[in-house]
């Protein structure tokens, strides 16, 4: 049979498999994280966050075409985007390792044989199916982000350079060079990280084009790689935009042209300077000059997609990330600056001491001039500037040792949460100064070990559970399911809780794929030493040089493994030709047809068949509702025509989803905290947006752009009394002055409460004549100006929220005056209980009707799988239940409240996900037993208990036989927040069995716990 046929429908094949799969467990509508503003911004073209993604928006813009003007299914079709592109993605990875494959074991010029056919396309269809069920690759396939996409890109490349080196010596051979330069330059407007690709293709045009490696070759091939990358990277996508802002700037502030005119002719300049150089390259046969011309010209055009980003900022759509309208805007944008600066080769540890000028201050480098756009020309707004570091000659000996910098610093951030995680990680006391070989320490352990190799082995080892690891032996771990192996990284594996046995994430793999792929690699480099050597550099770019490169930070939001995905393209082809391998080293001696079919099977059932056999439950997101339910019962727990302050990713950006795509709570107006500071962000709140009003905000634009206002701090003078709210907002408005003060008020007009509707009449003698507060912070931004300003000339008319996830320090002290209405609580003016604490004050009426008749809630009851969010938003659930259970008790309203518990069990999962959930048991058990639901209450314990005594038991196995204290807060919250509660209720309630049984429960667990403790404690002694 013609080869070129049977790998084009064995590849199309795959191709269908993995989309097929895809489609089938992708979630039918919005994700968690940055999905909700994508999906939002494709359907309407707006701005997403830095550095922007047009061409993906434009890609999925296209998708939403098939929802045939329904919105409620744009999401999904836009998933069906990714998961179209993550089966492209397979179909070129399939063809990748059949190129390689054939290239090992068909000469040139040779008719391919039925047994190196079948020895082909068996190890083609092993690796493609294996990364079809990678972990991290199936994540991002069933979502509408970029990584599917980006995925595509750079298998699209890989296979590109294959395909020159195929027909290389062969006339117009350098158009797949051309095409690969098109396709990266493309890919820019998806995502970076396709560049990476670049110094493996740098060697396999090498390779093809000298007849004999050299070993000075190499490092040039390699030097030269690197080189293009940054050109691409610094040279094109950001000096080159540098440029035409520096032109811009000089032909608005120094000729008095109009905005743009500068970069009109820079552009027209470049063109022109490309095609003379084009010409003369042709004419004076400069082979290699116009390759380089014309690939720049190429990916300069695939990178024109970033157009679409300063067109629709200049319409000003509703979601206008820094509203890059201008060249400087623009600039910024593309350099990410809104995300800081990170040190890479030397720098800093996390204490060491700046230097510092004779006067006292520190010392600070002055560098670039940050420009805005004015009126009329660009306005200076300021000056970057960088901490200086060195040694101050007056300090004595014991600072001058803290003010040392060092070599490959990846110990550098000063917040405080990550100065204790870097103490616990590398055992650093308080006076220790981390050297060169604690930073590479931690480089290996952290960096490398838990933010690397732990991704790579939950892809190709197994995984442990879906928990965020950040360290810790019994959350997120790679696991392979062999306990003896497990059990000398992991600690004593006999009794595994439910938290890893009912995790849908408990995927076990004993290390089959891993080792099928690392025989794969083996066989490669005895095999073709220089192709196994491309595809090591793909696999180095692609992981290790991005962990180099990142320098990441601890205690990460979430899970980075879909950045690597790369890497793991790369050794799933390594997988492929494990087959290969197989076949050559183990079945040797069999027929030859007999051997390539055998080792294909045993490929397939160690790798893929494995892998999806135990990842499905944890990738089938086909009846999970919960980012986009939540989304809008966030806004249904606000009253009509609400201002609703948000702070993260996951409260903000799917209610911008269920906004802009489904047009649901069209009134509200969402005002994002952590973009508050920004004026862009301000200008966007005073103008309308769908039917909610501009904000009362009346500061003027002069007053607060960028580089005015950014930070006042508070220097106290001693003012007297609580000062009124406008007062303060009018007197920073004023000048540039501090914070005078932290005691604030406001006067409260009783009549402006009740006829806007913010309290009902009879509830007039709870309004307070003045709200007071102190404020809690050091120092106040013009995100927080602009919140006072808000509050101040608000007089009521707007309600005002904050969403339930909302940070308490950025109630800004108003923290006695929220009222939980929901998952928003609402700013009033009432009289504070000093019987209550702020957590537990409601407003009932409101809350009882959004919970009963407006909350929807994700399937979270049915779903097959949740999420770790998803699962965290089960405890949010749980706690405004039991919330509204317990007032609705208070008030003497028995009937309500036995519907909320009916509520309850109608919408809240059985499973129990976490040990956290613990913390709610005993309220819950309190509302069943004062609801007179005895032996519900008494079942729920006892099944808490249950769960208590695996999770602990484990927890002391695996403490026991690492010598050493672990979770110990998993332990205190089980033990102190569980148990302890629970035998309160139990005994408060008469039930003095049970009680009895919960305290002998925590005798012996403790006893455990103790134990341990005091050996953890004599080992830290010692030391």
């Known amino acids: 049979m013609n080869y070129f046929k049977v790998n084009n429908i064995v590849g199309w094949a795959c191709f269908f498999i993995a989309t097929l799969t895809y489609i089938l467990t992708l979630e039918p509508t919005v994700s968690f994280w940055d999905c909700?503003?994508?999906?939002?911004?494709?359907?309407?073209?707006?701005?997403?966050?830095?550095?922007?993604?047009?061409?993906?928006?434009?890609?999925?813009?296209?998708?939403?075409?098939?929802?045939m003007g329904d919105n409620t299914k744009v999401a999904y079709f836009m998933n069906v985007g990714s998961a179209v592109a993550s089966g492209a993605t397979i179909l070129f990875l399939f063809w990748t390792i059949t190129a390689l494959a054939k290239k090992i074991l068909v000469k040139e010029g040779e008719v391919v044989s039925t047994t190196n056919l079948i020895s082909i396309m068996g190890s083609g269809i092993v690796g493609a199916l294996a990364y079809t069920f990678s972990d991290s690759f199936w994540f991002s396939a069933v979502e509408a982000e970029v990584y599917a996409l980006s995925s595509?890109?750079?298998?699209?490349?890989?296979?590109?350079?294959?395909?020159?080196?195929?027909?290389?010596?062969?006339?117009?051979?350098?158009?797949?060079?051309?095409?690969?330069?098109?396709?990266?330059?493309?890919?820019?407007?998806?995502?970076?990280?396709?560049?990476?690709?670049?110094?493996?293709?740098?060697?396999?045009?090498?390779?093809?084009?000298?007849?004999?490696?050299?070993?000075?070759?190499?490092?040039?091939?390699?030097?030269?790689?690197?080189?293009?990358?940054?050109?691409?990277?610094?040279?094109?996508?950001?000096?080159?935009?540098?440029?035409?802002?520096y032109f811009d700037l000089f032909f608005v502030n120094t000729l008095g042209l109009g905005f743009g005119?500068?970069?009109?002719?820079?552009?027209?300049?470049?063109?022109?300077?490309?095609?003379?150089?084009?010409?003369?390259?042709?004419?004076?046969?400069?082979?290699?000059?116009?390759?380089?011309?014309?690939?720049?010209?190429?990916?300069?055009?695939?990178?024109?997609?970033?157009?679409?980003?300063?067109?629709?900022?200049?319409?000003?759509?509703?979601?206008n990330n820094s509203d890059p309208d201008n060249a400087f805007s623009f600039l910024s944008y593309l350099n990410r600056e809104q995300y800081g600066d990170r040190p890479l080769i030397t720098g800093p540890n996390y204490n060491t001491i700046p230097k510092y000028q004779e006067n006292g201050y520190p010392v600070i480098d002055s560098g670039a001039t940050i420009y805005r756009k004015g009126a009329e020309k660009y306005e200076v707004a300021g000056i970057k500037t960088k901490q200086v570091y060195g040694i101050t000659e007056g300090f004595p000996d014991s600072l001058k040792r803290l003010q040392r910098t060092t070599l490959f610093p990846r110990m550098y951030s000063d917040d405080a949460r990550h100065v204790t995680y870097y103490k616990d990680m590398m055992n650093l006391g308080d006076q220790d100064v981390p050297n060169l070989f604690d930073n590479i320490g931690f480089f290996a352990k952290y960096q490398t070990g838990l933010m690397y190799m732990r991704y790579f082995m939950w892809n190709f080892a197994g995984r442990q559970n879906e928990d965020q690891g950040q360290g810790s032996l019994y959350e997120g771990q790679w696991l392979s399911g062999v306990k003896p192996i497990d059990a000398l990284f992991l600690g004593d594996q006999t009794n595994l809780p439910p938290t890893i046995t009912e995790s849908n994430s408990y995927n076990r793999f004993f290390f089959?794929?891993?080792?099928?792929?690392?025989?794969?690699?083996?066989?490669?480099?005895?095999?073709?030493?220089?192709?196994?050597?491309?595809?090591?550099?793909?696999?180095?770019?692609?992981?290790?040089?991005?962990?180099?490169?990142?320098?990441q930070k601890p205690l990460e939001p979430r899970e980075r493994d879909y950045a690597y995905v790369g890497s793991f393209y790369a050794f799933a082809i390594w997988i492929g030709l494990g087959v290969l391998a197989i076949k050559e080293w183990v079945f040797g001696k069999l027929n030859p047809k007999t051997a390539a079919v055998g080792a294909t099977v045993i490929g397939l059932l160690v790798a893929p068949v494995l892998m999806a056999s135990q990842g499905w439950d944890d990738h089938d997101r086909s009846d999970k509702w919960v980012a986009r339910d939540i989304a809008i019962s966030y806004m249904e727990s606000c009253a009509p025509n609400a201002i609703l302050f948000t702070y993260g990713d996951n409260d903000t950006y799917p209610l911008w989803y269920a906004q802009e795509v489904e047009g649901i709570r069209p009134d509200i107006r969402l005002v994002n905290l952590s973009l508050f500071d920004t004026d862009w962000y301000i200008n966007g709140m005073r103008r309308k947006v769908h039917q909610s009003e501009p904000l009362p905000i009346t500061m003027k634009e002069s007053q607060y752009v960028s580089g005015v206002r950014d930070y006042m701090r508070f220097t106290d003078a001693n003012i007297q009394g609580n000062v009124e709210l406008k007062e303060l907002v009018d007197y920073l408005l004023e000048a540039n002055n501090d914070l005078p003060t932290k005691n604030l008020k406001l006067t409260i007009n009783p009549q402006d409460v009740i006829s806007s509707g913010t309290l009902p009449a009879n509830r007039g003698g709870e309004i307070a004549p003045v709200m007071e507060w102190k404020f809690n912070k050091p120092y106040i931004t013009k995100g927080t100006l602009a919140m006072f300003d808000i509050i101040a000339h608000n007089n009521w008319?707007?309600?005002?929220?904050?969403?339930?996830?909302?940070?308490?320090?950025?109630?800004?002290?108003?923290?006695?005056?929220?009222?939980?209405?929901?998952?928003?609580?609402?700013?009033?003016?009432?009289?504070?209980?000093?019987?209550?604490?702020?957590?537990?004050?409601?407003?009932?009426?409101?809350?009882?009707?959004?919970?009963?008749?407006?909350?929807?809630?994700?399937?979270i009851k049915h779903a097959s799988y949740l999420d770790t969010q998803s699962a965290d938003d089960v405890a949010i659930f749980i706690n405004i239940l039991n919330s509204l259970t317990s007032g609705l008790i208070k008030a003497d309203r028995l009937d309500d409240a036995k519907k909320v518990m009916a509520k309850y069990d109608e919408v809240i999962p059985d499973k129990i996900y976490s040990i956290r959930s613990m913390m709610s048991v005993a309220q819950t058990a309190q509302n069943l037993y004062a609801l007179g639901e005895t032996k519900k209450a008494n079942d729920l314990i006892k099944k808490s208990m249950v769960y208590i005594q695996k999770e602990m038991t484990y927890l002391a196995d695996v403490s026991k036989s690492k010598d050493i204290l672990i979770g110990g807060q998993q332990g205190q919250i089980a033990l102190n927040y569980g148990l302890v509660p629970m035998a309160q209720v139990a005994s408060q309630y008469k039930q003095t069995k049970l009680a009895e049984d919960i305290a002998k429960q925590y005798q012996e667990l403790d006893a455990r716990f103790n134990y341990v403790f005091s050996r953890s404690m004599q080992q830290q002694g010692g030391q």
């Open 797 to 859: 008319k707007r309600p005002i929220y904050f969403a339930k996830t909302v940070p308490g320090d950025q109630f800004n002290g108003l923290d006695n005056y929220l009222y939980n209405e929901g998952l928003a609580i609402r700013l009033l003016p009432l009289k504070i209980d000093s019987t209550s604490t702020p957590d537990e004050y409601i407003n009932l009426d409101p809350l009882y009707k959004n919970v009963m008749n407006k909350f929807k809630w994700g399937n």
């Open 36 to 67: 909700g503003e994508f999906i939002a911004s494709a359907l309407k073209m707006q701005v997403v966050h830095q550095p922007g993604a047009p061409l993906f928006l434009m890609i999925e813009r296209f998708f939403s075409i098939f929802a």
């Open 152 to 245: 595509l890109f750079t298998a699209i490349v890989f296979w590109g350079i294959l395909k020159w080196e195929a027909v290389a010596n062969e006339p117009k051979a350098d158009r797949w060079l051309l095409f690969i330069a098109y396709i990266m330059g493309l890919s820019i407007g998806i995502h970076l990280l396709n560049l990476l690709t670049i110094p493996a293709i740098a060697f396999v045009y090498y390779f093809k084009k000298t007849n004999k490696a050299t070993s000075s070759g190499i490092f040039k091939t390699l030097g030269i790689g690197i080189l293009i990358l940054a050109v691409i990277q610094y040279g094109i996508i950001q000096y080159m935009v540098s440029l035409g802002a």
């Open 512 to 551: 089959l794929p891993l080792i099928l792929g690392l025989i794969g690699a083996v066989w490669h480099f005895s095999r073709a030493q220089k192709d196994a050597g491309i595809i090591g550099l793909l696999f180095f770019f692609t992981g290790l040089a991005i962990v180099l490169y990142l320098n």
């Open 261 to 319: 005119t500068g970069v009109l002719f820079f552009a027209i300049l470049l063109i022109g300077g490309l095609v003379w150089g084009i010409r003369y390259s042709i004419k004076h046969q400069k082979r290699v000059l116009n390759l380089a011309l014309l690939s720049t010209v190429l990916v300069i055009f695939g990178y024109t997609s970033f157009a679409m980003i300063i067109i629709r900022a200049q319409a000003k759509p509703n979601l």
